[in-house]
């Protein structure tokens, strides 16, 4: 094992608590620490340019001054077009097929994970680090496995299931051991801002936070209005556009009812938003695509796990059972509200995430 | 190599020579009168503003009234582009401003806030592809209506050196007045205005190691400039403002020295220089010279790396310890091409590619070699950056 003096480590700085305090403790450990920032894709919105949330003038100013007191060097990195043809491609074509994409576990597959881990690799340093909340164990046989953070109400491991072993050996979280209180009065002990950013729905790289008028400017194609009609063929009323809505929404659908009505599915096929009671939108099971599994390895057989559906929801007991071409099926003990195509299905046992895959539209859900 | 710590960044600023801090330290302490009071620590403060302006007009051939000093050269560049414009504007009706397209912000930008500003009109000298006006071209461009020229001596990003006699003769053949940024080429060109033939001239004391926050606008005897600051009628009533005497002391001596050592100073720029552009050219593939291999600053090399974004390979200098620029240099992760590239002809991409390295007095054929093979380096990691899996870099 190498020095950690003479260990080097690159940080994602966001300026926030978090990726702060994970700089911190590694100089604090003696590693040689580098400070990085991506500069990020954002939608021209103003004259003056345009900031992606994630990497506005004030968070690159406070980031830039945290590494000063940290006594570190620190480098914004120009990710605008990687990004853009990454991330931002992909949440328009998610929305084109009908799917709620979630574009942070993109962000992590392309961007986090690759772009960004390959650039601190060509720097030479050991180890990139970010201020997410997960663990990072090796275990006997020398592979790495992804577990929860400690502190489960912040844990992050859902989003950072795209990694690989490849990836997992050459990334620390140095924060995924701590309690966000935790980190908080590490953050006072060095002096650093204590206020984190806005936990936010939002995408980053909205202008306003608003992805509907998005996908009106960029997208205009999934946004065509077309009829609302009930599983039992009725038609409603009209919708604005299918990117509008996502599987389970129940307000803004406009229609009057007196049972209450939920999206059950979207057919991009005719265009139409198909409603139902509450009872039909229950799922049994589910399939999932461009699965990975974190060991590296498909699992020989089916196995009993948790299986979480969406970055909020709580895990539930499930089989999972490997199918060809980087596909799963899980089948849920009970039925699961809220099975929404283009979500991450995040295979759990216990603390350990296993792995995941983008949740494919279901039988359920597709056609009239 | 041992790491080693190579500072190429000249250009942008140099560090204070220790000979400078000791002639002006004083000047914060013991002489620290008000130049404008009339008692005896002011005519002492007074005294030693003069005796520097004196020191600085024999060096550029001028009387010591002629000087105005500034708080650097965008204050000087906007005194007299300004000065000049406002003045014209309140004696003819029709004003007309000329600048070459290659020039520093504190002159193209300033060029087209004024005339937007005053209601006048501007046009550009085009450059060849060494970033060079041509003066035959500029002839064309003059109107009966053009009351100034402004083309900088050296540009700051190709180190090319401009015909500035050639062009203020021009000037003067049409009752034009012409103005010259000298701020990069500072301590490194004689700057003689009576040869030159400039009406005015902007120079900054920190890139000729002297301190920073100060500098000066010569005005030839004659020339009518509006005043831009107003107050107290400092400096013959053209630039209000108590008189900065610590950083006037200091930039007169190191223009003192600059000149008292110039052969020797610029004879080991260009050794170095040379050096470092053979180097570069026979050690790191892809590399193009931009600007003039021999007609440049003795100390200036830059170059367009092919395939490399120029903020991405400044990253990974710095982590090797060798300190250059950029011309797209930027510290929010947005580069835009550098205007002057573009001007000469240059591509987007390549204008987002290109690094200069600038030496100084201390620069050893040591640190150029470290130099060459840290940039070697880091434009073969940048160069190979993939995606799509993670990439072994051993």
């Known amino acids: 094992m190498k020095d950690v003096r003479d260990t080097r480590v690159v940080v994602a700085m966001s300026g ?34 345009a900031h992606n949330r994630c990497c506005t003038p004030d968070q690159m100013s406070d980031a830039r001054r945290i590494a000063d007191r940290l006594g570190i060097p620190f480098y914004v990195l120009d990710t605008k077009s990687t990004f853009r043809t990454t991330v931002v491609q992909f949440f328009i074509e998610q929305h084109r097929e009908g799917n709620t994409p979630n574009p942070c576990i993109e962000c992590n597959r392309q961007i986090r994970f690759d772009f960004l881990l390959n650039n601190a690799l060509a720097l ?24 929860k953070g400690v502190d489960e109400a912040k844990d992050q491991s859902y989003v950072l299931s795209v990694m690989g072993q490849a990836q997992l050996g050459r990334t620390l979280f140095p924060v995924g051991s701590l309690p966000k209180a935790e980190v908080r009065r590490i953050a006072e002990r060095f002096g650093l801002p204590t206020a984190s950013k806005k936990d936010s729905q939002d995408l980053c790289f909205l202008g306003d936070g608003d992805y509907r008028r998005f996908l009106r400017e960029h997208a205009p194609d999934v946004m065509t209005p077309g009829p609302i009609m009930k599983t039992t063929g009725e038609i409603v ?8 809505y996502t599987i389970g929404q129940r307000r803004g659908l406009g229609v009057d009812s007196r049972e209450p009505l939920y999206v059950v599915r979207m057919s991009i096929e005719d265009n139409r938003l198909v409603v139902g009671a509450s009872n039909e939108l229950g799922n049994l099971a589910l399939t999932a695509r461009r699965v990975n599994w974190v060991s590296g390895k498909t699992p020989a057989s089916a196995f009993h796990a948790e299986v979480k559906i969406r970055y909020k929801a709580k895990p539930v007991p499930a089989l999972v059972e490997p199918m060809d071409n980087g596909r799963i099926r899980v089948q849920f003990d009970e039925p699961v509200r809220g099975v929404t195509p283009g979500q991450g299905a995040v ?8 792995g995941g895959g983008i949740i494919e539209r279901q039988p359920n859900q597709v056609g009239r | ?22 002639a002006l330290l004083p000047c914060f302490s013991d002489v620290y009168g008000n130049t404008s009071s009339s008692h005896s620590e002011g005519r002492r403060a007074e005294r030693a503003l003069e005796t520097a ?33 406002w003045y014209a504007r309140r004696v003819q009706q029709e004003v007309h401003l000329v600048a070459s397209a290659v020039e520093h912000p504190a002159v193209g930008k300033t060029m087209a806030v004024t005339a937007g500003e005053l209601g006048c009109t501007y046009s550009l000298l085009a450059v060849d592809h060494y970033g060079r006006v041509d003066a035959e071209a500029a002839a064309e461009v003059i109107q009966p209506s053009t009351t100034l020229v402004s083309v900088m001596a050296v540009n700051n990003e190709v180190g090319t050196l401009e015909p500035i006699a050639q062009l203020a003769a021009l000037a003067h053949s049409r009752g034009v007045l012409f103005h010259t940024d000298a701020v990069q080429a500072g301590g490194q060109v004689r700057l003689d205005v009576q040869q030159l033939n400039v009406d005015l001239l902007s120079l900054s004391a920190h890139k000729f190691y002297g301190p920073k926050g100060v500098g000066l606008l010569y005005v030839r005897d004659g020339v009518n400039l509006h005043p831009t600051q107003t107050g ?17 002391v200091g930039m007169a001596k190191a223009l003192e020295i600059a000149y008292d050592g110039f052969d020797e100073f610029t004879a080991h720029y260009r050794t170095m220089r040379d050096l470092l552009i053979d180097e570069v050219l026979t050690h790191v593939p892809g590399t193009i010279l931009t600007g003039h291999r021999t007609e440049r600053l003795p100390s200036h090399a830059s170059f367009v790396v092919d395939g490399v974004e120029a903020n991405t390979l400044l990253m990974h200098l710095d982590t ?56 070697r380096a880091s434009v073969e990691r940048a160069r190979t950056l993939p995606s799509g899996g993670l990439y072994d870099f051993n």
């Open chain 1, 124 to 147: 030479d340093a050991d180890y990139l680090a970010t201020g997410h909340y997960a663990r990072i164990q090796r275990d006997i046989e020398g592979n790495y496995r992804l577990l």
């Open chain 2, 1 to 22: 190599m041992a790491r080693r710590m190579v500072y190429l960044d000249h250009s942008a600023t140099t560090p204070m020579d220790p000979r400078v801090l000791d």
């Open chain 1, 16 to 49: 926030g608590v978090d990726s702060s305090v994970a700089a911190a403790l590694l100089v604090e450990q003696g590693y040689e620490v580098i400070g990085v920032m991506m500069r990020l894709w954002s939608e021209e919105t103003t004259a003056a340019g």
């Open chain 1, 347 to 354: 295979v759990y046992e216990g603390d350990v995430c296993l």
């Open chain 2, 232 to 248: 107290g009628s400092h400096e013959g009533g053209r630039r209000s403002g108590t008189v900065n005497t610590p950083g006037i």
């Open chain 2, 53 to 85: 302006r004196e020191t600085i007009a024999g060096l550029l051939n001028c009387k010591p009234h002629e000087i105005v000093f500034t708080s650097g050269g965008s204050e000087s560049d906007n005194m007299a582009i300004r000065g000049v414009a």
């Open chain 1, 237 to 244: 009323g009209e919708h604005r556009g299918l990117a509008n």
């Open chain 2, 320 to 375: 090797r310890g060798v300190l250059v620029s950029s011309g797209s240099a930027c510290k929010t992760g947005n580069p835009e091409p550098s205007d002057v590239l573009l001007a000469m002809g240059l591509s987007r991409e390549a204008a987002l590619s290109s690094v200069r390295l600038t030496v100084g007095r201390s620069t050893t054929e040591e640190d150029v070699a470290y130099a060459v093979e840290a940039l």
